[in-house]
């Protein structure tokens, strides 16, 4: 089993920055693809990116390709979401997941393990 805690969201300006961080707990970080996901309020919640096991393939949702880089250090069992150029609309709880051997998909449904999530907020 594996348990994740994300951490690092929080209060930023229209075209700030933010990095979040999830830590796994476990052994077997390596053997996951892990996802970025996020949700507004009273909207479902949406992939934002992914990356596979060793870090070597990455995929973005169009929304956000070329602001949020997606990056992992298997040795500190950690996933990070640098977020550049951000703004009102990525406001959000984010949301990484954990998917067992998987390639990085960008749906919630194959994901095993979730973390609780952390609210990143974008003035205008």
């Known amino acids: 089993q594996v348990q994740l805690v994300e951490s690092g969201g929080g209060l930023v300006q229209a075209g700030g920055s933010l990095r979040l961080s999830c830590a796994a707990s476990?052994?077997?970080?390596?053997?996951?693809?892990m996802g970025w996901f996020r949700q507004a309020p009273g909207k479902e919640r949406e992939f934002v990116a992914a990356?596979?096991?060793?870090?070597?393939?990455?995929s973005y949702a169009d929304s956000v390709r070329g602001r949020f880089t997606i990056s992992r250090d298997n040795d500190r069992n950690t996933v990070y979401l640098q977020m550049n150029s951000l703004k009102p609309e990525d406001t959000a709880v984010y949301y990484c997941?954990?998917?067992?051997w998987g390639a990085g998909s960008r749906r919630t449904s194959v994901y095993d393990y979730w973390g609780q999530g952390t609210q990143v907020t974008v003035s205008s």
């Open positions: 476990g052994r077997t970080f390596s053997s996951y693809a």
């Open positions: 990356i596979n096991w060793s870090g070597g393939s990455t």
């Open positions: 997941a954990a998917d067992y």
